[in-house]
């Protein structure tokens, strides 16, 4: 059964898009599914049930707002725990650290920013509005990598543009298999979470240093 939290406060008068959106990334992180309707929604909203429509032709809409939310969120979050940070190997630790951190604490949101649910419908590509989160999340780790390069932290020439993406694509990938094997409880019994955390952004870390071989 779920749980119902006390009926919220009405919206603001031209705040409706927002409060939806609010109310839908709320109900996905205290319900950690997404299966509610957009009439829930509404209801939790404090609005009537056809207001949804108003800004949202199907519930896929909203959900793909409620994914940009969630990048935005990784974002800012990123951004905040290397804002005092000038050494690339130190803030790439805490940029990596953070984006297990936050995928740790709300996965039914991880889940719904990366995987197909918002693809399964309409082809493969994802919502351009999530594209473009997603890829200000990812700039952050690009930059941090880029400018690791350019201090000589990083085995790589910074000129390369090339060289760089491909390093952040391979940093990328590798924290995301690792949030998601943590979220699914894949990891092991006999597999310490915090400390595998910890082992692997270092054997990341390790192979920035030391290059992650020949580019062609």
Not at 106 to 133: C, D, H, I, W
Not at 140 to 156: C, H, K, P, T, V
Request: aromatic share 6%; glycine share 6%.
């Amino acid at each position: 059964m779920r749980r119902r939290t006390a009926e919220p406060a009405p919206y603001h008068h031209g705040d409706l898009r927002r409060a939806l959106i609010a109310a839908a990334l709320a109900l996905v992180t205290e319900e950690q599914d997404w299966t509610f309707s957009l009439r829930e929604v509404a209801r939790s909203a404090g609005v009537s049930p056809s207001a949804p429509y108003n800004h949202f032709t199907e519930k896929r809409d909203l959900l793909a707002e409620v994914a940009v939310a969630g990048f935005h969120r990784l974002r800012d979050g990123l951004a905040s725990a290397v804002a005092d940070l000038h050494a690339a190997p130190e803030a790439f630790v805490a940029c990596v650290s953070t984006y297990v951190r936050l995928g740790m604490e709300n996965p039914a949101l991880y889940r719904l920013m990366f995987g197909p649910e918002l693809t399964a419908s309409k082809g493969a590509e994802r919502p351009p509005q999530m594209q473009v989160a997603g890829n200000e999340a990812k700039a952050i780790l690009a930059q941090i990598i880029r400018e690791g390069a350019r201090s000589g932290d990083f085995a790589m020439s910074v000129e390369d543009e090339r060289h760089v993406a491909i390093a952040t694509f391979i940093a990328w990938s590798a924290v995301h298999g690792l949030t998601m094997l943590i979220i699914d409880n894949l990891t092991g019994k006999n597999v310490p979470v915090q400390r595998a955390i910890e082992l692997a952004i270092q054997t990341q870390l390790d192979g920035l240093r030391h290059g992650i071989g020949a580019i062609s």
